[in-house]
């Protein structure tokens, strides 16, 4: 077991004590981990996020969609400091356990815009869990393993609540091991009723960090975001460091080398940010899952 960091002079650090958070993650396969951005840096991600949007092409859509802001370890200090935290990244360690980890896409910065034409709408599928658990590149036959080979940590630079879409989930749906069933993709998601009956919001606060389980059934749900303004995170998908990456990194770390952001960063910031978005996979141990290389058709909504 790694040894669990105590609190550091001048860094935000979460309420609890961390193994309560790793408790709830190994109980329910889920957690929020609060604590870990403080207003100021969530006020300055805004701002340079902001900036980004101006600067893509095309335009993203107003209303109605969730779109990426790529490359943000390279534009903002305050995003490689944040998914670098030493409490979320304790708590990702023990969980995986695994001392070796990475990120397999580089961090995305993930805009919800607000909801307009879907206000009231009930859109068809979205269900799914999270990588390396994708059916077009994990053994159907190895869903049963015991070892767990992947964990969603997704940062909240804005809070996460009912009514800027949060995003649904089924608790411990993750104890299922298997892929959602064709039915929870099937005529549109209306909580409290079956097959969604058990469908619940992923809700927190902003600094804070929802961690789970890869596994768990999950959808982004534009249509619930009445709150009339985005809704922003910072999605990292979380893997021992044998996994393969989910995309292609090389094009985030040579936007990263040529910020010099690293010479802003502290030392172990820096070296985090090496082994997590940057590092080569490592040979996978005996008996491992063969994960396949994923195939994208077409452009991905989410750049990362």
Request: with cysteine; hydrophobic share 40%.
């Amino acid at each position: 077991m790694m040894e669990c960091p105590s609190p550091i002079d001048g860094m935000v650090w979460p309420a609890r004590p961390l193994d309560d958070y790793l408790g709830e993650l190994r109980t329910h396969g889920y957690t929020v981990v609060d604590g870990l951005i403080d207003e100021a840096a969530l006020e300055r991600i805004k701002t340079v996020t902001v900036q980004q949007i101006g600067q893509l092409e095309p335009a993203p859509p107003a209303f109605d969609d969730r779109f990426g802001v790529p490359h943000g370890i390279a534009w903002s200090q305050d995003v490689c400091n944040a998914v670098t935290h030493p409490a979320a990244l304790w708590v990702l360690r023990a969980y995986l356990g695994a001392s070796n980890i990475r990120f397999c896409h580089q961090p995305a910065m993930t805009v919800l815009r607000p909801a307009k034409d879907l206000i009231g709408q009930f859109p068809e599928a979205g269900w799914h869990a999270d990588y390396p658990y994708h059916p077009d590149v994990y053994p159907d036959d190895r869903w049963q393993d015991d070892a767990v080979y992947g964990v969603q940590f997704n940062l909240c630079v804005d809070a996460f609540r009912p009514e800027n879409g949060a995003t649904q989930y089924v608790p411990d749906s993750h104890l299922r091991r298997r892929w959602p069933p064709r039915a929870f993709n099937e005529g549109g998601t209306r909580m409290g009723t079956a097959p969604h009956n058990k469908v619940m919001q992923m809700v927190a606060p902003a600094g804070s960090a929802l961690i789970y389980d890869s596994r768990t059934w999950h959808r982004a749900c534009p249509e619930l975001n009445v709150s009339g303004e985005d809704r922003l995170a910072i999605l990292n998908a979380v893997c021992p460091a044998w996994v393969r990456s989910m995309v292609d990194k090389q094009a985030g770390t040579e936007r990263y080398r040529a910020s010099n952001m690293a010479a802003q960063l502290d030392p172990q910031v820096r070296d985090e940010i090496e082994a997590l978005c940057h590092a080569d996979r490592i040979p996978p141990p005996a008996g491992a899952p063969v994960i396949l290389e994923k195939q994208f058709v077409g452009p991905r909504k989410i750049q990362i």
